[in-house]
């Protein structure tokens, strides 16, 4: 396979170098460079976890083994006791002579058959490898990492990645390979088989769902990205409901909905074959959605499911959300029995504007992190700063989801609140303030900067914005105007806007960046492999990258044009060959 380095530009990232042709033959994204990062975090996290869960599974088990041979000695040690009348001295007499007696040899077995054995190093198939940059860095900057399959069902693609693993050197060669195939069916062809699954779609992941799901070792991870989200997030509702089961609703909070519903997706493909889900990290940056959840197998644990879902109710008027659970649990003697949730949790009319209810999901209303793999992934970010070139993005993403209330399912907008009532805003410190003061609890959201995540009922909130309002007058509005129903009601609850010190964030006190601006214009999503650059992809790439595309193709045509008339005068035959054709066609 010969390959001309003039057509080839080199991309660097990280410890991982790659050769991309300059007519996009082969997908590459630089904006996923924060994608990437996110991923060998956590992939770091999860050999460590993993390390530390086998030795304590060890541990257990020679405790275990242990207490077997107390037992064992013990009551061997209670037959060998000499008897008052001396019958038993000649037999264990003669054991002695013999040497070491059963009881005695079986310490030796046992302690030899429980030895500390490292796990083996895990094993990562990447479904979806393009230019295999991904793979190569998992490779090369992964301590502790084993075999990383990457898979292609593009030729061009895999002659690519083929000539990024020669280029990466030794390391690369002996531990990553590329294979022209199916992802869906080498992964239905290997269950169970893969202990860290990584889908990264060029779309929606949800046709890779169902077999990777089966090729997930036990305990293993699978990290999963959708870049859909017009779909996600409520512009096409039923064509997420096709690919995802979830119907979406259009509110601020549509791309933590969106986390949610990739979730409950990847969990709904679990329950077919007597699996679950434990979520580790859910994050929305730049224009995807991205999880990393563990893959367990248990029947029993698998009927919690319904227990994790819920279907929200979403106001059309000042759009206050509820959450319907879909089951819940009842507990009977030793066991738990699963019911249907109780029902409904809202009244046909919103008890605030008196509009009408959208329905959506089921969506994940469980935890979508899990604060202790939170914490450890960003300690470990801080101390390898060097290692990761989205440092910047990743650490403030960590550091907003560390701060973020676990158990609070959707979030507010405090700016849309306003916009419901026509009123000017309170400052976000002043609101949090007066939510805390009534003695709930507050936090951000890493999803938007506006965003605020509280277990305060929807009655508490408009009570707040009731008094903000009569101590900030508004015009006055139409009186069917929802802002205009829920400010004709008395506020119920006093509230207190006076500053409370826990109104701050860790991170906003310590003015540690959460939010970062994009590195550059047009950061985003580029143009799938293979496509043709014309002037409607100037919200992509920019104006002056279509601009130079174009001029640079149509001076290549020219100069095909000019050879092509060279060789007519040099080759007469080729030249009546082609007025032949053109005159017969």
């Known amino acids: 396979m010969e390959t001309d380095l003039n057509d080839y530009t080199v991309v660097k990232e990280g410890e991982a170098e790659i050769l991309m042709h300059k007519k996009n033959q082969v997908f590459f994204n630089k904006a996923q460079v924060n994608n990437r990062d996110m991923s060998i975090a956590v992939l770091r996290e999860f050999i460590s976890k993993r390390k530390q869960e086998h030795e304590a599974k060890l541990s257990k088990r020679t405790r275990s083994a242990s207490t077997a041979i107390e037992k064992d000695s013990s009551e061997a040690s209670k037959e060998e006791t000499p008897s008052e009348n001396g019958l038993n001295n000649g037999e264990h007499k003669v054991a002695s002579e013999d ?7 079986e310490p030796a077995k046992t302690t030899q058959a429980f030895a500390p054995r490292e796990p083996k190093p895990p094993k990562v198939l990447e479904a979806l490898s393009a230019s295999g940059l991904r793979a190569l860095r ?247 700063k060097d290692r990761y070139p989205a440092f910047d993005r990743i650490s403030a993403v960590l550091t907003t989801v560390s701060e973020e209330l676990l158990d609070v399912p959707l979030f507010l907008s405090l700016h849309n609140l306003c916009a419901t009532l026509k009123c000017i805003s309170p400052s976000a410190a002043m609101f949090r303030s007066a939510v805390i003061n009534a003695k709930y609890r507050i936090s951000g959201t890493h999803v938007n900067p506006l965003g605020m995540k509280t277990d305060a009922p929807m009655e508490v909130i408009w009570d707040i914005m009731r008094c903000w309002v009569k101590n900030h007058p508004i015009k006055a509005q139409s009186p069917e105007h929802p802002g205009s129903v829920i400010l004709s009601k008395e506020p119920l609850h006093q509230v207190d806007f006076s500053r409370h010190i826990g109104s701050l964030s860790k991170a906003q006190a310590k003015k540690v960046a959460r939010f970062l601006p994009n590195p550059e214009k047009h950061w985003g999503p580029k143009l799938r492999a293979g496509r043709q650059i014309t002037s409607k992809h100037v919200s992509l790439i920019g104006h002056e990258a279509v601009n130079g595309h174009l001029n640079k193709h149509h001076e290549e045509l020219k100069e095909e044009d000019e050879a092509d008339n060279v060789q007519d005068k040099v080759d007469p035959k080729r030249q009546k060959t082609t007025e032949d054709i053109s005159s017969t066609s």
């Not at 989200?229 to 997420?240: F, H, P, R, T």
């Not at 699996?275 to 563990?294: A, G, N, T």
């Open 99 to 105: 040497g070491p007696s059963s009881a005695s040899k």
């Open 138 to 384: 998992y490779a090369r900057e992964i301590e502790g990492i084993g075999q990383v399959v990457a898979l292609d069902n593009d030729l061009a693609s895999v002659e690519a990645c083929q000539r990024n693993i020669k280029l990466n050197g030794s390391e690369a060669i002996s531990k990553v390979e590329s294979h022209h195939t199916d992802a869906r069916v080498h992964m239905l062809t290997h269950p169970k088989e893969f202990d860290v699954v990584d889908l990264d779609p060029y779309g929606s992941p949800s046709i890779f769902l169902d077999s990777a799901v089966q090729s997930v070792a036990d305990g293993g991870l699978l990290m999963c990205t959708a870049t859909d989200m017009a779909v996600l997030c409520g512009g096409n509702g039923e064509v997420c409901y096709s690919k995802y089961g979830s119907y979406p609703l259009r509110g601020k909070y549509c791309h933590e909905m969106a986390l949610r519903i990739l979730l409950a997706s990847i969990e709904s493909h679990a329950n077919r074959y007597k699996r679950y889900i434990v979520p580790v990290l859910s994050v929305q940056m730049d224009f995807y959605v991205r999880v990393f959840v563990r893959v367990y197998t248990s029947a029993s644990a698998m009927k919690n499911t319904p227990l994790k879902l819920s279907y929200v109710y979403q106001c059309i008027g000042c759009d206050s959300f509820h959450l319907q659970p879909v089951g819940r649990s009842l507990p009977k003697n030793n066991s738990v029995r699963y019911l249907p949730a109780i029902g409904p949790v809202v009244q046909q009319d919103c008890s605030h504007c008196g509009k009408k209810y959208n329905m959506g999901g089921p969506i994940w209303s469980a935890p979508m992190h899990d604060p202790e793999w939170v914490t450890s992934i960003l300690n470990s970010v801080k101390s390898m």
